[in-house]
């Protein structure tokens, strides 16, 4: 059993912060609507595990409303140049009838996504939303399944497939692996955007 110390002096203390986003990539979630346009969702709750990617989606939101209509979307992550284009939309919903909640969180209506954001819309090869060109990296995704935890009814986990990823060919080495050094993402960091720093090495998983 492992020897643990309590120093005299903590350099620690406990918080209760009022969100966990504690350095996590920033993604925009674009969603099939009724019409057939796309709409775009900034969000920063996701983890990869093999080819799946799982989401993290606000309940009362036109992002889950879409996917429970027509499960398939695409995950476009942004470089930390674009984080302005995504600060722009951050504020807006696609709900004609906002919410109380997110009226009260300075939220408005806003359909045209695209172009509030100044980005352009791209066809996918597969899935019906659009991708979004201005991203280095596309995942079309297919919904697999969509929980809303009893212990936080809130938010709902939606567990995705990937189909087809898409990256920008400046940032692929040999052929099929993506250069850590020419990409970066966009990192919200307790609601701050943020671009990776140097590179202080590999693990030993590592095949590049």
Not at 172 to 195: C, E, G, V
Request: glycine share 4%.
């Amino acid at each position: 059993m492992e020897k643990t110390i309590e120093p005299a002096v903590s350099p620690f203390r406990e918080i209760k912060p009022t969100i966990l986003y504690y350095g996590m990539p920033t993604i925009l979630l674009t969603t099939l609507n009724e019409d057939g346009t796309t709409n775009i969702s900034p969000m920063s709750s996701s983890w990869a595990l093999g080819d799946s990617i799982v989401l993290g989606i606000g309940l009362g939101g036109k992002a889950l409303e879409n996917i429970q209509r027509h499960p398939e979307c695409v995950i476009n992550l942004p470089s930390p140049d674009l984080w302005t284009n995504v600060e722009k939309i951050a504020s807006y919903t696609s709900l004609e009838e906002v919410p109380e909640y997110k009226c009260k969180n300075g939220f408005t209506y806003k359909k045209e996504k695209f172009e509030a954001a100044q980005l352009t819309p791209l066809t996918s090869k597969t899935v019906k939303p659009a991708r979004i060109e201005e991203c280095p990296i596309q995942i079309e995704v297919k919904v697999m399944d969509i929980r809303i935890p009893d212990y936080d009814p809130h938010f709902a986990i939606v567990e995705t497939k990937v189909i087809h990823f898409h990256a920008l060919k400046e940032i692929i080495q040999k052929d099929h692996y993506i250069d850590p050094n020419k990409w970066s993402p966009l990192i919200y960091n307790f609601r701050h955007y943020f671009a990776l720093g140097k590179e202080m090495g590999k693990t030993f998983r590592s095949e590049t």
